[in-house]
């Protein structure tokens, strides 16, 4: 079996990572539809981070992908994405691909990598036998908006707090809500709690170039006293398959919670989106396990649970010696 980078795949290895995730997502009816292979090839030809490929009889077998998220040398976790074929699973390809993965990642000087996985998939004995300890475990939830009743979201949107307006924007924040945004990002404190960097304007501004880099739109709606910003939602629709959009960040400020803020901002994104993007038919999301609120106020939306899955971290030095290195 051969290793082999894949900093600047070719469209047949590209091929090849996408056939190993179709594998991968068959073998998961309870995950996520498997993404169109003109997605695979925007998200590899666009990543930020290191790609690599096990390979047998000239077919890929196994993939990983480190992400380093605010660029190399950033003081941020490293990501981690390691697929197996089913039929290629406990040959140790992915503790290999793990290795190498580790390598990167200290080489880049991250401190520590997370993982999301599906929760009862093979993934989650591989990851703890690996020095990995789940930190966040997360419902997903899917909204299917032909189940709205008709009047439904104009409702929501009348009946919002006394005292607030609604802003929205596309792509990047204007500036003169970049800190506030930034400061409504820190109240998700059950992200903050384990990844430990707070949010400032440059790491806004950086997630939303991101998004646009894809080739992705992102959605913003906020609710505002003046340039201070209480609570906001965002979507991200994807280029290629805009008919599932995704939720991105949701919080309310702590000093604004109690008035309904949450349920307003995310009901005027869907009064946005029906009238800017109609081809979205329905949104995905993740919420903290923890977060009773939040899930209750997707829930009243008309959310409905689809899976759990589960965060991961490990320090870099508890992972596996890459190959060569002396144990």
């Not at 919670?257 to 999301?285: D, H, Q």
């Amino acid at each position: 079996m051969d290793v082999i980078p894949l900093d600047d795949p070719t469209d047949e290895q590209i091929e090849q990572w996408h056939a190993v995730l179709v594998a991968v997502h068959a073998a998961e009816p309870a995950g996520d539809p498997a993404p169109a292979l003109e997605q695979t090839a925007r998200h590899l030809m666009g990543a930020e981070g290191r790609l690599w490929a096990a390979f047998e009889d000239g077919a890929a077998v196994a993939v990983a992908e480190l992400r380093l998220p605010g660029g190399r040398g950033a003081d941020r976790p490293g990501e981690i994405d390691i697929r197996v074929r089913p039929g290629h699973r406990r040959r140790g390809l992915g503790t290999r691909l793990m290795a190498v993965a580790a390598e990167g990642l200290r080489a880049d000087g991250r401190g520590s990598v997370i993982a999301q996985v599906l929760a009862g998939t093979p993934a989650v004995p591989f990851l703890e036998s690996h020095g990995f300890v789940c930190v966040l475990t997360l419902s997903g939830l899917l909204l299917r908006l032909d189940d709205l009743p008709p009047h439904r979201v104009p409702e929501l949107v009348a009946a919002g707090p006394a005292g607030y307006g609604l802003v929205r924007w596309r792509g990047a924040v204007p500036d003169e809500y970049a800190d506030a945004l930034a400061r409504a990002k820190d109240a998700m404190a059950d992200l903050a709690e384990y990844e430990g960097l707070p949010w400032d304007a440059a790491r806004v501004r950086e997630m939303a170039e991101m998004v646009a880099k894809r080739g992705d739109d992102l959605y913003t709606v906020a609710a505002v006293q003046g340039t201070t910003v209480a609570g906001f939602t965002e979507i991200v629709v994807p280029a290629d398959a805009p008919e599932r959009a995704a939720q991105y960040d949701t919080a309310v400020v702590p000093e604004h919670r109690g008035r309904r803020i949450g349920i307003w901002v995310k009901a005027a994104m869907l009064e946005w989106l029906a009238a800017e993007r109609p081809e979205v038919r329905e949104i995905e999301t993740d919420n903290a396990g923890d977060n009773a609120h939040m899930l209750a106020v997707n829930e009243e939306l008309g959310f409905r649970r689809q899976r759990e899955s589960c965060e991961y971290q490990a320090a870099a030095g508890d992972l596996p010696p890459g190959p060569g290195t002396p144990a």
